[in-house]
């Protein structure tokens, strides 16, 4: 619980970058809270799983994407308070993978240049990555 008795829910998300300098973002789908909006591929980390472990599970599961731990550098992290729980989201970014991302929970995903990472409406707690995206790359 945070100090106004929120939960806190630990999300683990990554900025996978294809060899041509662009981010997969993936849209939130239909029935999912902030359905509509682009975000960066991730989940809840479950009871037992390092960040980096919900990754790997996370990117098989929606997108086809196999990476190992080695591969997942960390980059920064977002904390942000919703109507109802307190997110804190680690952000990690990820270059070296196998496989061929396609949306397997039927989301729409998108490879983005950073610079273009604004046109896409993000969550609230996405939106103060970017910068550090466009740094990077």
């Known amino acids: 619980m945070d100090a106004s008795g929120k939960k806190i829910v630990l999300v683990a ?15 939130r ?14 989940g809840k980390v479950e009871a037992g799983e390092t960040p980096e472990e919900t990754l790997i599970r996370e990117l098989d599961e929606e997108l086809g994407i196999r990476t190992k731990v080695a591969c997942l550098a960390p980059l920064t992290f977002a904390s942000h308070t ?3 729980f307190h ?15 396609t ?16 046109d896409y409406p993000m969550p609230p707690a996405d939106e103060p990555l970017i910068p550090f995206l466009m740094d990077l790359l």
């Not at 998300?13 to 300098?21: F, P």
């Not at 239909?30 to 991730?42: D, H, I, R, V």
């Not at 949306?103 to 990472?117: C, T, Y």
């Open 13 to 27: 998300a990554c900025a996978l970058v294809d060899s041509d300098g662009r981010i997969l973002l993936a849209q």
């Open 29 to 42: 789908p239909e029935g999912k809270s902030l359905a509509g909006l682009w975000e960066f591929p991730g």
């Open 82 to 84: 919703y109507d109802d």
């Open 87 to 101: 997110l804190l989201m680690p952000l990690y970014v990820c270059r070296r993978y196998e496989g061929v991302a």
């Open 103 to 118: 949306g397997r929970e039927g989301q729409a995903i998108k490879w983005v240049r950073p610079k273009a990472l604004r």
